[in-house]
């Protein structure tokens, strides 16, 4: 079920900022962002919705990790700042039809998924 593309991510330093993109064939609703480092489960991260005007994000990276998108590249962004090793991890995007806050790390309720990033965070 991949029909979302990634591109972005790679190795930086703590401290270092990185951004990863995620792409959809038309445009879809609600996008959300999730990582799963290793040995550990796929986490919530944050999620943006349709029109862009409501946005929320996991208390780990609040204040470090912005989501934005542009509507007419049908592209959502993450921006990730201040990074540390902890944020190492691989990221996914995710969407469904809307943006619910409530239901929004539940992870059964997305439709698409993208491929996967690789995020290295070195100390």
């Known amino acids: 079920q991949r029909h979302l593309v990634q591109s972005g991510g790679g190795l930086v330093q703590a401290g270092g900022s990185l951004s990863l993109s995620c792409a959809a064939p038309a445009r879809i609703s609600a996008i959300t962002w999730f990582r799963q480092a290793p040995g550990e489960e796929r986490k919530f991260v944050g999620a943006?919705?349709?029109?862009?005007?409501?946005?929320m994000y996991a208390d780990a990276v609040k204040g470090r990790f912005s989501i934005s998108r542009d509507n007419a590249e049908n592209t959502v962004y993450l921006r990730m700042t201040n990074l540390k090793p902890e944020d190492t991890a691989v990221y996914y995007c995710?969407?469904?039809?809307?943006?619910?806050?409530?239901?929004?790390?539940?992870?059964?309720?997305?439709?698409?998924w993208g491929q996967g990033t690789q995020v290295t965070v070195s100390s």
């Open positions: 943006i919705s349709g029109n862009g005007e409501q946005s």
């Open positions: 995710a969407a469904r039809p809307i943006y619910y806050p409530r239901t929004a790390s539940d992870q059964r309720t997305y439709d698409f």
